[in-house]
């Protein structure tokens, strides 16, 4: 069970509350941007643009960079970590199958040879 | 001295690895002690289907299980669940491929029309044992990015971490509906 407080709900709630930082999050998922081409996109000064990646970024939701004089953004570590549980899940369900499979394909692997032996003799 | 870790498998059991190849690809891998023509048999009748298809240890159950292995032909599993007998998931499809022994593909019908994800699975056999490897492809990113989303709110994620997995990952369309892919 994956616990929230209610301060990070809060965080997370209002970093989406916005429709501006929705559309950067939507942008992000396509790929990675400096602050610039965000303002560019959104038509906005770049530093209203960091006062929006900034709330994203304390919310978890975007990551940013600086390489150089660019400031590049990506999506954080919460989509991460979202995905990565999931496989492990996904691998779970997989792993437990297979050890069942491991019994079945046991028994007929002794079968077959019990069979063969027979059938030499 | 027994030093191994937690998490690492026991002694007698092979490793599953899931790996996310690119945004529409998933892949399974998993080394059995058995020849090709075993694992392949308990991959394509459906007697031994039903035997380890729903591990008892996940809380499910099969109701159903409809195999008809040959191209073209169809197969049906319907899960019910031990928490809840009134819950039940279906996963129907088409055989694309059968090819004894070595190689299997089928669709994943259950998301409609045009949304089929495509599966193949290959058996490699080498000094005895048999490598298979699972690849499932999905018809998009939004896709797969849908079946992570609805799983991973499966009883865990509240609404609000739906929204959040599904604006963080696809845009904001609408939030995914249940999708009951990680039995497929």
């Keep these: 069970m994956v616990q929230y407080s209610r301060a990070r709900l809060d965080t997370s709630f209002s970093a989406i509350s916005d429709a501006t930082r929705r559309g950067v999050l939507e942008r992000l998922g396509r790929a990675d941007a400096s602050i610039t081409d965000l303002a560019e996109t959104f038509h906005m000064t770049l530093t209203g643009m960091k006062k929006h990646v900034g709330v994203l970024e304390r919310a978890g939701l975007v990551t940013t960079e600086k390489i150089g004089r660019v400031r590049t953004c990506k999506l954080g570590p919460r989509r991460l970590e979202d995905e990565s549980a999931w496989i492990e899940r996904y691998r779970?369900?997989?792993?437990?199958?297979?050890?069942?499979?491991?019994?079945?394909?046991?028994?007929?692997?002794?079968?077959e040879k019990i069979d063969g032996r027979k059938k030499r003799e | 001295m027994d030093a191994r870790k937690e998490n690492e498998p026991t002694s007698r059991k092979n490793r599953t690895t899931v790996e996310r190849k690119s945004e529409r690809e998933l892949v399974v891998t998993r080394t059995f002690n058995a020849p090709a023509r075993i694992v392949f048999e308990a991959w394509t009748k459906p007697e031994l289907l039903k035997r380890?298809?729903?591990?008892?240890?996940?809380?499910?159950?099969?109701?159903?299980?409809?195999?008809?292995?040959?191209?073209?032909?169809?197969?049906?599993?319907?899960?019910?669940?031990?928490?809840?007998?009134?819950?039940?998931?279906?996963?129907?499809?088409?055989?694309?491929?059968?090819?004894?022994?070595?190689?299997?593909?089928?669709?994943?019908?259950?998301?409609?029309?045009?949304?089929?994800?495509?599966?193949?699975?290959?058996?490699?056999?080498?000094?005895?044992?048999?490598?298979?490897?699972?690849?499932?492809?999905?018809?998009?990113?939004?896709?797969?990015?849908?079946?992570?989303?609805?799983?991973?709110?499966h009883e865990t994620f509240d609404?609000?971490?739906?929204?959040?997995?599904?604006?963080?990952?696809?845009?904001?369309?609408?939030?995914?509906?249940?999708?009951?892919?990680?039995?497929?």
């Design chain 1, 92 to 111: 779970q369900l997989w792993a437990a199958r297979f050890d069942e499979l491991d019994e079945v394909v046991e028994e007929l692997n002794r079968k």
């Design chain 2, 52 to 153: 380890w298809w729903a591990p008892k240890s996940m809380d499910m159950s099969l109701l159903t299980c409809e195999v008809d292995a040959r191209a073209g032909g169809r197969y049906r599993f319907v899960f019910g669940f031990a928490h809840d007998a009134s819950q039940t998931m279906a996963f129907f499809g088409k055989y694309l491929e059968v090819t004894p022994h070595s190689r299997l593909v089928w669709t994943n019908d259950e998301q409609g029309e045009g949304k089929e994800s495509i599966t193949t699975v290959t058996f490699e056999e080498k000094e005895g044992k048999t490598l298979l490897v699972m690849r499932e492809v999905h018809p998009s990113k939004e896709s797969l990015d849908d079946l992570a989303a609805g799983e991973a709110t």
């Design chain 2, 159 to 184: 609404q609000l971490d739906e929204l959040l997995v599904t604006l963080g990952q696809s845009g904001p369309h609408a939030a995914a509906a249940p999708t009951p892919g990680a039995c497929s």
